[in-house]
């Protein structure tokens, strides 16, 4: 069992394959505290919504819960779950649970964040984010997340500045280049998102939104770019930690 529970852990760098299926091993071996299994449950949740299969995800954290509601990482993990779905509320609810579990923890404040810029609530979008940046200044998630917040109530000077510090504490983001180039484009100063998205495309080659993005600044008459995704803020998956078996 202990081998299990290294693979489930993510020890010595399983694969997600591996990962999964240790964890699986463990909740089926009948030998754990209640305990031990909601982490156990809440490591395969954090596997599978990396994998994209949400649902399954939300599953896990949900059987986590019901058998430790007082681990606070599944509560953030089936908001991030739930924020994914466009499942606001209830994203919102998990959130706003977290907080009052751990108000010094800033993944919570940054999930909340992204939820609440999600369902058009900008202003306490901020709200949160400040309240991540003080708990989490060396993170750049934060800083990207209000930045974009900011880009969306039109303050594009702040946003540049957030983007900036994101990009002072993760230089080779090419999406942070990315969102600071958008920034640049809104703002009319297109020589710097050029110079933005050119560093972007550098960087990450094969992915084809600086790319994209560029060519709305390079061809402003056909400007016609979408989102391909929603970005979360951190907490979302970048920031979820991982529970130990402990």
């Given at each position: 069992?202990?081998?299990?529970?290294?693979?489930?852990?993510?020890?010595?760098?399983?694969?997600?394959?591996?990962?999964?299926?240790?964890?699986?091993?463990?909740?089926?071996?009948?030998?754990?505290?209640?305990?031990?299994?909601?982490?156990?449950?809440?490591?395969?949740?954090?596997?599978?919504?990396?994998?994209?299969?949400?649902?399954?995800?939300?599953?896990?954290?949900?059987?986590?819960?019901?058998?430790?509601?007082?681990?606070?990482?599944?509560?953030?993990?089936?908001?991030?779950?739930?924020?994914?779905?466009?499942?606001?509320?209830?994203?919102?609810?998990?959130?706003?649970?977290?907080?009052?579990?751990?108000?010094?923890?800033?993944?919570?404040?940054?999930?909340?964040?992204?939820?609440?810029?999600?369902?058009?609530?900008?202003?306490?979008?901020?709200?949160?984010?400040?309240?991540?940046?003080?708990?989490?200044?060396?993170?750049?998630?934060?800083?990207?997340?209000?930045?974009?917040?900011?880009?969306?109530?039109?303050?594009?000077?702040?946003?540049?500045?957030?983007?900036?510090?994101?990009?002072?504490?993760?230089?080779?983001?090419?999406?942070?280049?990315?969102?600071?180039?958008?920034?640049?484009?809104?703002?009319?100063?297109?020589?710097l998102a050029l110079r933005d998205y050119d560093a972007a495309?550098?960087?990450?080659?094969?992915?084809?939104?600086?790319a994209l993005h560029r060519g709305g600044v390079a061809h402003?008459?056909?400007?016609e770019r979408e989102e391909h995704q929603r970005r979360a803020?951190?907490?979302?998956?970048?920031?979820?930690?991982?529970?130990?078996?402990?």
């Amino acid at each position: 069992m202990l081998s299990a529970w290294h693979g489930c852990l993510g020890d010595k760098g399983s694969s997600a394959q591996l990962q999964a299926a240790s964890c699986t091993e463990v909740i089926e071996s009948g030998r754990e505290t209640p305990k031990h299994l909601a982490v156990a449950y809440f490591n395969r949740g954090v596997v599978q919504q990396r994998q994209g299969a949400i649902d399954s995800a939300v599953g896990d954290y949900e059987r986590a819960l019901q058998l430790d509601a007082d681990l606070v990482e599944p509560w953030l993990a089936r908001g991030g779950a739930l924020y994914a779905k466009a499942d606001y509320a209830k994203a919102e609810a998990d959130f706003a649970h977290a907080i009052a579990m751990r108000p010094v923890m800033a993944e919570g404040y940054a999930g909340r964040g992204a939820v609440r810029a999600a369902g058009g609530d900008l202003a306490g979008a901020v709200t949160d984010y400040d309240r991540a940046v003080t708990l989490a200044p060396k993170s750049p998630e934060v800083f990207e997340g209000r930045g974009r917040v900011f880009s969306r109530m039109k303050d594009e000077d702040r946003a540049i500045a957030d983007f900036s510090h994101a990009l002072a504490l993760a230089p080779r983001s090419a999406e942070i280049l990315t969102d600071r180039g958008d920034a640049y484009a809104r703002s009319g100063r297109f020589d710097l998102a050029l110079r933005d998205y050119d560093a972007a495309i550098q960087l990450r080659p094969a992915d084809p939104s600086p790319a994209l993005h560029r060519g709305g600044v390079a061809h402003p008459d056909h400007d016609e770019r979408e989102e391909h995704q929603r970005r979360a803020g951190p907490g979302a998956q970048a920031m979820l930690p991982v529970a130990n078996g402990e």
